[in-house]
């Protein structure tokens, strides 16, 4: 089974922190990405990347950054953690193009 | 603009009603149609994907069909364990574009 794994279930950062979120997949998949999903809006991509050290913005890649040195790890990165950044993040891998994406198990952020 | 939308918002059944989720879709150059299921603070757990109109996929008590402007996902006969979000996407160029969900809700 493809295994999509987040570095934390739940994360409570200050304002003006830099935010580290980091995702691995087991799978060997080209294809990385990250989500975040809101009430109402739900999931918008953030950044993705289909190679290692490439990446593309998603639809709302303002106030985010985004790290692939390793084919199996890709991190996203909050320069300066804002209350509106408050939201459940979520990475996902596929193998290429947009065949099917698996999920990991989110990050619930809160930044106060 | 590529859009998907879901309904009805919200549906509640009692165990047994069978009923069936919509999505209806615009995505330029559509490359598959996705479902998936979301429990409460968890991932979306990857249920069908369909590729071309008149496509079905059937899992259990779940069935996903296709058309060229909407999907529907069929519950038979639902049980209490069926009640989450079901989400539907429309694969685009290099991304999901997500409809904002369906929650059941299966009472017994």
């Known amino acids: 089974d493809v295994k999509v794994t987040q570095s934390s279930r739940y994360l409570v950062k200050r304002t003006g922190e830099k935010v580290f979120l980091e995702c691995v997949q087991d799978m060997d998949h080209e294809n990385m990405f990250w989500y975040r999903q809101d009430p109402g809006l739900g999931l918008r991509l953030i950044y993705f990347s289909y190679d290692v050290k490439m990446k593309e913005k998603g639809d709302i890649p303002e106030g985010y950054s985004v790290s692939r040195e390793k084919k199996e790890r890709f991190s996203l990165i909050l320069e300066s953690a804002s209350t509106n950044q408050t939201s459940m993040y979520l990475c996902?891998?596929?193998?290429?193009?947009?065949?099917?994406?698996?999920f990991g198990q989110g990050t619930r952020l809160t930044v106060v | 603009e590529d859009q998907v939308t879901q309904s009805p918002e919200a549906l509640r059944l009692q165990e047994g009603e069978s009923s069936s989720l919509n999505c209806s879709y615009t995505v330029s150059g559509l490359r598959g149609l996705f479902w998936y299921r979301q429990d409460p603070g968890k991932g979306p757990e990857f249920l069908f994907t369909?590729?071309?109109a008149g496509e079905e996929k059937e899992k259990e008590r779940l069935k996903a069909t296709l058309t060229k402007k909407e999907s529907f996902l069929h519950i038979t006969a639902p049980k209490p364990e069926d009640s989450a979000t079901y989400l539907c996407a429309g694969g685009a160029t290099n991304k999901l574009i997500f409809g904002t969900g369906t929650l059941l809700a299966v009472q017994p």
């Open positions: 369909l590729y071309s």
């Open positions: 996902a891998s596929s193998p290429h193009g947009n065949t099917e994406a698996f």
